[in-house]
Antibody
């Protein structure tokens, strides 16, 4: 059973950088699957942020692309997210999720981690 | 603000059938992209309900079914049960936004 676990600071200061890690267990990140970050806030609902393949190939939400970096560490079986120049609008629950064979949907999700942007 | 529009809420008595609509446009559902459905219980992550052409992951009851026509899709829940009370979201791909998009979400209440 594949499991995903997000981790990172729960509080980030405005204009700072949000950094999260997603540890994958029960399966290899170096498979035919793609891995995404999705966030959820009361204001914006569910919002897809970015996706990555184990080879390092990435796709980004154009609305966030200038501030987002997604990366993968195959040796640690984990993926990461960095979001720069954060504002209160970036306050949300952040999820990592698996897209099986790039079929366009998400079959496994982490439990999510709340990140609050505040001074 | 969401690209895919859903009714904020639907309700029904136990045993009844309810449907949730998901309205998109020619750049997502209307372009032929598949529509997927998720169930989210309070305080938990979304759970995949429907994928592909009306397929369900193991463990999802066949009371849940999906359909698509034109620029819209629907999720039907038959034989509504108390445990179905949750938020439901549709999801697809949008070629003008070049990314995955979600619906605004629908809260299902079992009366």
């Amino acid at each position: 059973q594949v499991q995903l676990q997000e981790s990172g600071p729960g509080l980030v200061k405005p204009s700072g950088t949000l950094s999260l890690t997603c540890a994958v267990s029960g399966g290899s990140i170096s498979s035919s699957n793609w891995w995404s970050w999705v966030r959820q806030s009361p204001e914006k609902g569910l919002e897809w942020i970015a996706e990555i393949y184990y080879s390092g190939t990435t796709n980004y939400n154009p609305s966030l692309k200038s501030r987002v970096t997604i990366s993968v560490d195959n040796s640690k079986n984990q993926l990461s997210l960095r979001l720069s120049s954060v504002t209160a609008a970036d306050t949300a629950v952040y999820y990592c999720a698996r897209d099986p064979s790039h079929r366009g949907y998400f079959d496994y999700w982490g439990q999510g981690t709340l990140v609050t942007v505040s001074s | 603000q969401s690209v895919l529009t859903q009714p904020p809420s639907v309700s029904g008595a136990p045993g009844q059938r309810v449907t949730i609509s998901c309205t998109g446009s020619s750049s997502n559902i209307g372009a032929g992209y598949d529509v997927y459905w998720y169930q989210q219980l309070p305080g938990t992550a979304p759970k995949l309900l429907i994928y592909g052409y009306n397929s369900r992951p193991s463990g999802v009851p066949d009371r849940f079914s999906g359909s698509k026509s034109g620029t819209s899709a629907s999720l039907a829940i038959t034989g509504l049960q108390a445990e179905d009370e949750a938020d439901y979201y549709c999801q697809s791909y949008d070629n003008s936004l070049s990314g995955y998009v979600f619906g605004s979400g629908t809260k299902v209440t079992v009366l």
